[in-house]
């Protein structure tokens, strides 16, 4: 059964462009939610998705942005790049019903590099 | 709010030491707790969780966790630390009444010396 799967790998953008990163989840599963992870900070959570509408976002301002797709799959759009965005953009998902005992699991990233 | 600390950015054991990660939660009821890994280049992987029952909970590549209520703690342990367990440690809290997501700490990179 295939994991949770993202692309691009790796994107490079200039400061000031859009950037739209893709996620599509395991087969079953109706949640996805989005992680920043930059050098030294851990995992700070961005949006939270679920039978296709946005449950929660987090304290990130608007330009982040996303959303979820009738077969469950995910974008998450970046508009405004700053130099800051720079780091590595996880998704995740997690079997359908709201409990917060359930396992969440993780693609392998999204690399995104403003310059 | 919860809210999870991490003791240490890194941990450096020798291989066959003991393997002692720690963390600490603040909850206002008692949590949901994971352990997730994060190999070079990969996505997180789940070592373990804590819901409910033994406090003691067993989880993959030989590892295992305790839920201590009275310290508000859910360290991971190996007894003996192979090469292959370097890595990125992410212990996680959820609220079991609450918002559905999961708060990380900020991690912890286990180095493992010859």
């Known amino acids: 059964e295939a994991g949770v799967t993202q692309s691009p790998t790796h994107l490079i953008k200039t400061r000031g462009q859009q950037a739209t990163l893709r996620c599509s989840p395991i087969?079953?599963?109706?949640?996805v939610y989005w992680y920043q992870q930059a050098l030294g900070l851990g995992l700070q959570f961005l949006l939270w998705y679920d039978e296709g509408e946005e449950r929660n976002r987090g304290n990130f301002p608007p330009r982040f942005s996303g959303r979820q797709f009738p077969n469950y799959s995910s974008e998450l759009n970046v508009n405004a790049l700053e130099l800051e965005d720079s780091a590595l953009y996880l998704c995740?998902?997690?079997?359908?019903?709201?409990?917060?005992?359930?396992?969440?699991?993780f693609g392998e990233g999204s690399w995104l590099t403003v310059v | 709010a919860q809210s999870v600390t991490q003791l240490g950015s890194h941990v450096s054991v020798s291989e066959g030491a003991l393997v002692l990660l720690r963390c600490n939660y603040s909850s206002s009821v008692p949590p949901y707790l994971f352990w997730y890994v994060q190999y070079p280049n990969q996505g997180l992987q789940l070592l373990l969780k804590?819901?409910?029952?033994?406090?003691l909970v067993k989880g993959i590549n030989g590892f295992e966790a305790e839920f201590k209520k009275s310290e508000t703690s859910f360290h991971l342990t190996k007894p003996s630390a192979h090469m292959s367990d370097a890595a990125e440690y992410f212990c996680?809290?959820?609220?079991?009444?609450?918002?559905?997501?999961?708060?990380f700490g900020r991690g912890t990179s286990l180095i493992v010396h010859p």
């Open positions: 087969s079953g599963h109706t949640s």
């Open positions: 804590y819901t409910t029952g033994a406090t």
């Open positions: 996680a809290v959820s609220d079991p009444g609450g918002s559905y997501i999961p708060t």
């Open positions: 995740a998902s997690s079997p359908k019903g709201k409990y917060s005992g359930n396992t969440i699991y």
